[in-house]
């Protein structure tokens, strides 16, 4: 069982927003700095979407966007596409080299 | 290109021993550090090891602790896992991961699939 909660799925209909939540980040780690964002498409190597907790990389879309409320990370994703459907992963640096993956949510476009 | 490519996957008995390696390409190696990823079939990621960019610094995962070592050979531009006493649950894909001066890792392979039988 993994130190960080996500959601096993969330679903939404095309145009709409929504959310995933990553729950447990304070108990890892004391700053909020470190949390990740991962999409995975199936069959896919995970892609980047969001470092320390609400950075975008280059060439992410700016309808993905990440914040953070006491012990729980989020990742919001606006204007929801087909293509939006793919397993979402929260991640933290855990200390000492490590890092700590949440479960993963699978987002389906209604 | 910019780009990770693992190798070295296959089918292997229980308690036999593979090697994995991860060739890159299209940026400085020895620049980054650098991560050995899993992911179980139908599961989700695992950290698993990660190497500083020197090879001075090592760390893995308790669950591979004792029989996985990561290692790199930066004039090669090459990273590498070394799976000893394999067991059925290291059956997974195995990504080779990139890590920038962020706390994320930005750049992953296409993965290499272990698969262990017991």
């Known amino acids: 069982q993994s130190a960080l909660t996500q959601p096993a799925s969330v679903s939404g209909s095309p145009g709409q927003s929504i959310t995933i939540s990553c729950t447990g980040i304070?108990?890892?780690?004391?700053?909020?700095?470190?949390v990740s964002w991962y999409q995975q498409h199936p069959d896919k190597a995970p892609k980047l979407l969001i470092y320390?907790?609400?950075k975008r990389p280059s060439g992410v879309s700016n309808r993905f966007s990440g914040s953070k409320s006491d012990n729980t990370a989020s990742l919001t994703i606006s204007g929801l596409q087909s293509d939006d459907e793919a397993d979402y992963y929260c991640?933290?640096?855990?200390?000492?080299?490590?890092?700590?993956f949440g479960g993963g949510t699978k987002l389906t476009v209604l | 290109q910019v780009q990770l490519v693992e190798s070295g996957g296959g089918l292997v008995k229980a308690g036999g021993s593979l090697r994995l390696s991860c060739a890159a390409s299209?940026?400085?190696?020895?620049?980054?550090?650098m991560n050995w990823i899993r992911q179980a079939p139908g599961k989700g990621l695992e950290w698993l090891s990660f190497?500083?960019?020197?090879?001075?610094?090592?760390y893995h995962a308790d669950s591979v602790k004792g029989r996985f070592t990561i290692s790199r050979d930066n004039a090669r531009s090459s990273l590498y896992l070394q799976m000893n006493s394999l067991r059925a649950e290291d059956t997974a894909v195995y990504y080779c991961?990139?890590?920038?001066?962020?706390?994320?890792?930005?750049?992953w392979g296409q993965g290499t699939m272990v698969t262990v039988s017991s």
């Open positions: 299209g940026f400085t190696f020895s620049d980054y550090y």
């Open positions: 190497i500083s960019s020197s090879g001075a610094s090592i």
């Open positions: 991961v990139r890590k920038p001066p962020i706390d994320a890792f930005d750049l």
């Open positions: 320390e907790g609400t």
């Open positions: 304070s108990s890892i780690v004391g700053s909020d700095n470190h």
């Open positions: 991640c933290s640096y855990a200390g000492s080299g490590s890092w700590v």
